[in-house]
């Protein structure tokens, strides 16, 4: 591509958040270099083959209301890859009552729009149904800008707001869990009303749910690469960055290391923008002295872990694209058949199990164990089924912990040291850690650059 370069960047993380401002950058005419040191591009929202399987790390699904992410796949010329609930409904059932039901959406104002659906949800008492209405028009008048929303649980809010222990589970956390990554107890009140207030409470359709029909690999690194080629971008893989070394007139050296590097080094020098995007404590390592005012903040802001369980039948046991469960240890269950490569009658599920600290290092028997008989309780047809394949994936640093205080030690994309930037779900996007805070993150710190350098 043609264009007249006005300056130079690097991007040090080739995840979703580096991916956007790296090609931002590029629409603005930098030279840019993006730097990656796995094999691939996507962060931790990746595919990898397990034999003939083509295995998703995890089910990471979006929102309509999800827009950044949504215009980074548009970029992408992603089309008949995704697909978006034409109206919010997620299934659930109660392993102990055996009751379904569901969490739904009409087609009308905000708030109507859930009336029916709550209503209607047989988890609930009437009682309960109408408290968590009261509790849902109080969480819509919360100023998400107030500083004291960070200091205080979310859990604490809703126990003023008379829930009942019974809403938070078949309710609250259903949905907090899952895109908090951490319950009610664990989690600040602002990152959760930030939650509820723009999926449930903005627009009629902003809570609709979205995935890939594909393998998350074949999205953010196989069309991403295409799209950053397109743009210009120079993407190293494998290729890690060794040191950043300030310089004057905010032009900086960046020595990289990688084994597809000439020699194995290459030293990158008169760079107008360093863009971080890389995890925080990767971050902190790598800034200048005197870049924050107090850099161990960043390792304060701590982890989360994700397991994903991943078990498949010789013949299909759900009939759904994918379900919640109330009173059982799964969380949810996918079905991931269609884009995995699996041939056959069999069927593919994939359970994903946020904020669990205390499974995600237990071994795979003992997982085995535990979750086997918990889907023949939720699937009755598990039970005259063969597993043909179990294993599991951990991430133990999925996500930042959304916990209180923690929206405190989130920084901007500002650095005390001009031409380097940050970059990263965790950073202060005002959201909690999503592909949508990462793809906004780099949007940040791109017009961080832009303006720094006007």
């Known amino acids: 591509m043609n264009r007249t370069r006005q300056g130079r960047a690097l991007v040090i ?7 956007t401002a790296a090609l931002r950058l590029a629409d603005a005419g930098l030279e840019v270099t993006l730097a990656e040191a796995r094999p691939r591009l996507g962060g931790l929202a990746f595919s990898f083959q397990r034999g003939a399987l083509t295995v998703d790390n995890g089910q990471h699904v979006f929102l309509r209301c999800c827009t950044a992410y949504r215009g980074l796949l548009q970029r ?3 089309r008949d890859e995704v697909m978006i609930q034409p109206r919010l409904d997620v299934p ?6 055996g009751r379904q039901g569901s969490i739904s959406r009409d087609p009308l104002p905000v708030p ?3 009336g029916r659906g709550l209503l209607r949800y047989p988890h609930l008492s009437l009682a309960e149904r109408a408290a968590t209405g009261r509790a849902a028009l109080a969480l819509k008048r919360l100023d998400l800008a107030d500083p004291a929303l960070d200091r205080r649980s979310f859990a604490d809010w809703l126990r003023q707001h008379g829930q009942s222990a019974r809403a938070v589970e078949a309710l609250w956390d259903l949905v907090g869990v899952a895109t908090l990554n951490a319950t009610a107890e664990e989690s600040s009140l602002a990152l959760a009303a930030m939650v509820f207030k723009t999926g449930l409470l903005t627009d009629p359709g902003a ?6 029909r594909v393998p998350l690999g074949r999205i953010h690194d196989d069309m991403a690469r295409a799209a950053l080629d397109r743009a210009g971008v120079r993407v190293l893989l494998r290729t890690r960055a060794a040191q950043i070394t300030p310089g004057p007139d905010a032009r900086h050296e960046v020595q990289l290391e990688g084994e597809r590097l000439d020699g194995g080094a290459e030293t990158l020098r008169d760079l107008d923008a360093v863009v971080l995007a890389v995890p925080q404590d990767a971050a902190h390592d790598l800034l200048p002295p005197g870049s924050l005012a107090e850099p161990e903040a960043l390792l304060k802001i701590g982890y989360a872990p994700i397991l994903n369980v991943h078990v498949v039948y010789d013949r299909p046991v759900l009939d759904r694209p994918f379900l919640a469960a109330l009173g059982s240890p799964i969380q949810w269950v996918f079905d991931r058949t269609g884009h995995s490569g699996l041939r056959g009658p069999g069927q593919y599920l994939a359970l994903s199990q946020s904020a669990v600290r205390t499974e995600i290092d237990e071994p795979v028997a003992v997982l085995r164990q535990r979750y086997l008989p918990a889907l023949e309780r939720l699937l009755p047809r598990a039970r005259e089924a063969e597993v043909t394949e179990f294993f599991v994936t951990r991430e133990r640093t999925a996500t930042f912990a959304p916990t209180p205080g923690n929206g405190a030690l989130r920084p901007g994309p500002a650095t005390g040291t001009p031409g380097v930037h940050l970059a990263g779900a965790w950073t202060a996007t005002g959201w909690p850690a999503t592909m949508e805070s990462a793809v906004r993150s780099g949007t940040a710190a791109a017009r961080n650059v832009l303006k720094e350098l006007r």
């Open 92 to 97: 659930v059932r109660d392993v102990n009552t």
């Open 207 to 212: 809570s609709d749910i979205g995935f890939a």
């Open 13 to 19: 993380g080739g995840g979703l958040a580096g991916i």
């Open 76 to 78: 992408f010329g992603v």
């Open 112 to 114: 109507l729009h859930l």
